[in-house]
């Protein structure tokens, strides 16, 4: 609870903690937003070790151990899930003003084939502080936090649940891991290697002039005034 | 608990791969057969049962019928079962079903248990509960056609009856069927018990008026080996519930020793997917490429 009252503080006063933004950068992520990302992170990732252990007789023997043993991992998973459903809850506090789906986020979804292969060209102009992709990701976390902490409290306690209730919240359970799985594995990737320059932005705070225009046109002009196509076409 | 020297293992919950003792032993298949028209609800088993397996005592409770307490617990494996049965022509008939683990052939139990070893079922067709090896999560209630594992909240596991396979294992009967003063119960090879059944089912039809008896060895389960004979097999539910059609959910068969690793196997092959996109498409790099000399662009 502690934690909670200090981002609470954080977000209020910007006093713990800061960002230095550096000439020619621009600052993406607050303080505030990249401390409850990495929570989110973390917990994030040990409730899918610990729920992977128990997910499949192919992984038992391998995540188990990690936490000591399966039992451990059983009596773990719970906590580390609702610790993830919690910093999920503050990630949406601050996120959800600008994860609103706009009518331009589906034409961003009907061009994702050339997002994938064309990858020497910049975003459309409309891409605002976060496309299409990246909404989804967020609403996608949004479901599985409400999926998990349904399904996740009657397993957790499931002594006066019939077995009919728990084999549904079983299959859901598991239907949320593996959809959640699938995603977290595309966002690593966006993450890092598959547009350099990002992860700095969710470490330090800042991101390049140049990642912004290329990336978040929309959003490169409405923090720095500027116009992307203008600044980017400048550059050759 | 098991004796493993003596039973050799046919399957074990959660367990990738290969069972070690399959098929390295001839081994019969054993079978309980109880007797419902035969039973005159002493509780002997029950008390034989906590006896071997020096169950801690628990409070019984009464409720005006001849039923030591609503359903089993995890220190009281064997229970009877009394209903007091209204038959069509408006007459009584108390009966008594010793309800205990069906040790199923199919055993749901170990099909939803995702713990490697908490469960095992030997060659003899004996379903075994391994608490060192269970996690607590009670996935194995919810698998388990008839109500039987059942969770200790201070230990975190769950127990059930073992069929005695520490004495089975030891060419021994279990303790209930030895404790049985009516005989009952019986205990030999599944065929043998099959055809005793089969044989006392038809002297009940033909004798003693009971044109519907018959043999309980549910096929949806792949049949089990506790089996019972009944006064009316077309009516188990009045027998304090025993299921007519006992079934595993599909979730813990199809779902999750089919789609589910399907699904395992998809997302990972997104991972490779993605790399490969990575190698043959590059990373989306900050434009214009190269950039100029007097931007501060990450290089």
Known sequence: ?236 | MSDERTLQTKAISAHPGSVPGRHMQREVEVCKLIDTTTCIGCKACEVACVEWNDLPFGETTFDNTYQTMPETRWNYWNLIKFNEHTRADGTLMWLMRKDQCMHCADPGCLRACPADGAIVQYENGIVDFQQENCIGCQLCLSGCPFDIPRFNPTTKKVYKCSLCSDRVGQGLEPACIKSCPTGCLHFGTKAEMKELAESRAEQLRNFSGFEKAGVYDPESVGGTHVIYVLHDASDPEAYGGLPKDPHIPIVYTIWKHFLKPIGLFAAFAGLVGIFFQYISFGPRRTLPQPPRKDDNGDR
């Open chain 1, 1 to 236: 609870m502690a934690t909670v009252e200090n981002l609470r503080r954080m977000q209020k006063s910007g006093g713990s903690g800061r960002t230095i933004v550096y000439e020619g950068e621009v600052l993406r992520h607050s303080v505030y937003t990249r401390v409850v990302h990495w929570l989110v992170a973390i917990s994030f990732i040990l409730a899918l070790l610990s729920g992977f252990a128990l997910f499949t007789p192919w992984l038992y023997a391998w995540l188990a151990p990690i936490f000591g043993s399966g039992a451990r991992a059983r009596l773990l998973h719970p906590w580390f899930g609702l610790a993830f459903v919690i910093t999920v809850l503050f990630q949406f506090r601050g996120w959800i003003s600008q994860m609103r789906w706009q009518p331009e986020d589906r034409q961003w979804l009907r061009q994702i084939k050339d997002y994938t292969i064309k990858t020497d060209q910049p975003e459309a102009d409309y891409v605002g502080k976060f496309n299409a992709g990246q909404k989804i990701w967020f609403w996608t976390m949004g479901i599985s936090v409400l999926v998990f902490l349904i399904t996740g409290v009657f397993l957790w306690f499931p002594e006066h649940l019939g077995r009919t209730a728990m084999w549904i919240c079983y299959f859901f359970h598991d239907l949320m891991g593996l959809i959640m799985l699938g995603g977290f594995f595309i966002h690593l990737y966006e993450g890092t290697g598959g547009i350099p320059g990002t992860l700095r932005g969710m470490l330090h705070g800042t991101v390049t002039r140049a990642w912004a225009w290329t990336h978040h046109p929309a959003w490169y002009r409405e923090v720095t005034g500027r116009d992307p196509r203008t600044d980017r076409e400048g550059q050759r």
